[in-house]
């Protein structure tokens, strides 16, 4: 059974830098995507940034030049690098990889930014 297990939520003041890892357990293989997503309360849940295979990232407007998304194969991890937070960018972050047929989430890690 794949799992996708969350870490590095916190609590930090404006301005300041988190940084998110993943990692996948189980039998994981031929991943398309990995990725971050999340949901703010009383919002939809939205995508944070991927990071495909063989391809380029890529990142919601809002987070462009502030957010850095990275991945090891070898590891089956995937880390989400968050610079210069803002109140607004407190939410449940997900974890999101796409592998073989199957589309797998992990439980979600709480980030919250507020002085």
């Known amino acids: 059974q794949v799992q996708l297990v969350e870490s590095g939520g916190g609590l930090v003041q404006p301005g300041g830098s988190l940084r998110l890892a993943c990692a996948a357990s189980g039998s994981i293989f031929s991943i398309n995507a990995m990725g971050w997503y999340r949901q703010a309360p009383g919002k939809q849940r939205e995508l944070v940034a991927t990071?495909?295979?063989?391809?380029?990232?890529n990142y919601a407007d809002s987070v462009k030049g502030r957010f850095t998304i990275s991945r090891d194969n070898a590891k089956k991890m995937v880390y989400l690098q968050m610079n210069s937070l803002k109140p607004e960018d407190t939410a449940v972050y997900y974890c999101?990889?796409?592998?073989?047929?199957?589309?797998?989430w992990g439980q979600g890690t709480q980030v919250t930014v507020s002085s």
């Open positions: 999101r990889v796409r592998w073989s047929v199957y589309d797998t």
């Open positions: 990071t495909p295979s063989g391809g380029s990232p």
